[in-house]
């Protein structure tokens, strides 16, 4: 190289340490098989990148070269030919960044699930079961303060929407669609929770979105418990054929079982529509 550059042979070759006839032999002597592999598959490789456009990289070069064309050459030395060819494939989309739930929410309850009036703190999760058609998933939104249901979805996927339709169930439901700030609605950090519809949701009707830590039940104790009784006195009574079967069976849990007829010890024996209509009797 020093000598290509213009430099007498002479001192390139004291300056590298070698003798002048060894670098003359050199130049004579034919090139190495491993330096004709090299330029072949160099060509190879650019062959394929300008017939991807420019678009493929290293795994997808070295994927065209072992899988359609035969050729047994490792990954590394596909890498390698590239970057001194000065190749490389388009690189992929930007990634953006979840948002993590706390920047979302903070925890506004703090295990504190007691309320004396109605739409002052609701609790929403979801949870999933088993048919032989496949999973059924169920969100559903409490009022603390009656441990009635006041919103409820009901489908294959556990989606934002299943999230979102539940609590727009509950708003129209206790809120006639109308906003009333200060009603809080806390939730684990799922990501349905944490979602862009979600909290856009909550948000435009007033209320305040919360969220307990990761991974603790007790900090949405209240919903767990629900979820509890739910488990045991429908879900696992039987073994569900098809989703419309176990969807209606929850359906009528939770608007005519638990609602209307299941008592309540801490609401005094009462179904929860029961302890509601008693509370605007003695408020009236």
Known sequence: MIAAAGLPVQVA???????????????SRPPSERAVRHAWLTDLITQIHLASHGRYGARRVHAELTMARGIAVGHQQVE?????AGLQGLAGRRKWKRIIP??????????????????????TDITE??????????????????RRVVGWSIDSSPTAALATNALG?????????HPAPGTV???DQGVQFGSWAFTTR???????PSMGSIGDCYDNGMIEAFWSRMQVELLDTQTWDTRIELAN???TYLEIWHNRQRRHGQLGWHTPLEYERNRIITVA
Request: hydrophobic fraction near 40%; glycine fraction near 8%; aromatic fraction near 8%.
């Open 249 to 251: 069976a929850m359906f």
């Open 102 to 123: 706390d920047q979302i929410a903070t925890d506004l309850v703090e295990r504190n699930f007691t309320r004396a009036e109605p739409n002052q703190l609701w609790v």
């Open 202 to 208: 909550a948000k435009q009707a007033g209320l305040l």
């Open 169 to 177: 169930m509950a708003i129209e439901t206790r809120l006639g669609g």
């Open 13 to 27: 070759c004291r300056v590298l340490g070698v003798s002048e006839s060894g670098y003359y032999e050199q130049r």
């Open 80 to 84: 390698l030919l590239m970057r001194r």
């Open 129 to 146: 079961h088993r048919t032989r058609e496949g999973k059924v998933y169920c969100c559903v939104v409490l009022d603390t303060f009656s």
């Open 185 to 187: 609605i806390h939730s």
